[in-house]
């Protein structure tokens, strides 16, 4: 399910958000490519990456942050996602920025992480917003322990619904958009915290730090992480507000009539819409985050 997915929304992602794939907590006065940087960046600090590590990016989507964070720390980084339409991308772009003989992309399963990779063969690893397309993050998980060394760091931030901030399950308006968010971006079950951590420890981790990075959002010294979604009447921004998005659902719709664009563009434009109010639902209500993060350690 995920292949296909990523098959057909690799192209409306990179269009619509950039080569990162995934949200950031925001400051005033920050820009919204600032803020995807600047988290990117954390992240490496936090994992101590150094210029000699060795580095497994976990579900690395067409590699911006594994570009970003390789050229902040030197250090050789592979990233591995299940699309290899998405792996012809991220090598051209590496390759571009003459960075492939320290950067790559390779296709594969991050559930099957122990067929890919020999054992403590990574110093550290890293997931953004990818662990969350997860059937069974155990499974994962225990793949990632299986790649780093003893002691070895990961870190992720990942989507999840926040029981401690108001998230009721058997609340019929937070389980609607809880699904929502789940359809529009084929995903599985979304978890809770709690969740995630019971999995790190049941496999093989210590968990070292986790916490919501956007605990603040609705902070006066803060952008909503959701706010990006209404883009902004700008030449750049236009695209990702509401009317903008109706614009490229109908020009996709005119291409696809056209078979410019493959079949089924138009029902993924439709459904990207759609999730899009889900997300922006879910972040003012407080009920659900894309930026849960965590730093665990292998025992």
């Known amino acids: 399910m995920v292949n296909s997915f990523y098959d057909l929304v690799t192209d409306f992602y990179e269009w619509g958000w950039g080569q990162s ?54 250090a050789d980084i592979t990233g591995l996602t299940i699309n290899q339409y998405q792996v012809n991308v991220a090598n051209q772009y590496c390759e571009q920025k003459g960075i492939s003989d320290k950067c790559r992309a390779i296709q594969g399963d991050f559930q099957h992480l122990t067929e890919t990779f020999e054992a403590e063969s990574f110093d550290a690893a890293y997931a953004i917003e990818a662990t969350c397309h997860s059937p069974d993050r155990r499974v994962c998980f225990k793949g990632v322990n299986h790649c780093l060394k003893k002691g070895g760091l990961f870190a992720a931030y990942d989507w999840v619904v926040l029981p401690e901030r108001g998230y009721e399950s058997n609340n019929p308006d937070h389980v609607r958009i ?97 999730t899009a109010l889900d997300l922006v639902e879910g972040g003012q209500k407080e009920i659900f985050t894309p930026s849960l993060f965590f730093v665990a350690r292998k025992k």
């Open 178 to 274: 809880k699904e929502g968010i789940e359809v529009g971006n084929g995903l599985p079950t979304l978890a809770t915290t709690a969740e995630i951590v019971s999995a790190l420890e049941d496999s093989g981790f210590e968990v070292v730090d986790v916490f919501d990075a956007n605990k603040g959002v609705h902070s006066e010294h803060e952008v909503p992480w959701y706010y990006t979604l209404y883009g902004s009447f700008t030449l750049k921004g236009f695209r990702m507000t509401r009317l903008g998005r109706m614009c490229t659902h109908a020009l996709v719709s005119t291409l696809e009539f056209l078979r410019i664009a493959p079949q089924g563009s138009v029902r993924v434009s439709a459904l990207l819409n759609a």
């Open 21 to 74: 794939f995934h949200f950031a907590p925001r400051k005033k006065g920050e820009s919204f490519e600032e803020s995807i940087i600047r988290a990117e960046y954390y992240l490496a600090l936090r994992t101590n990456i150094q210029p000699d590590s060795k580095v497994l990016d976990i579900g690395c989507g067409v590699g911006g942050p594994m570009r970003n964070i390789q050229q902040f720390t030197g």
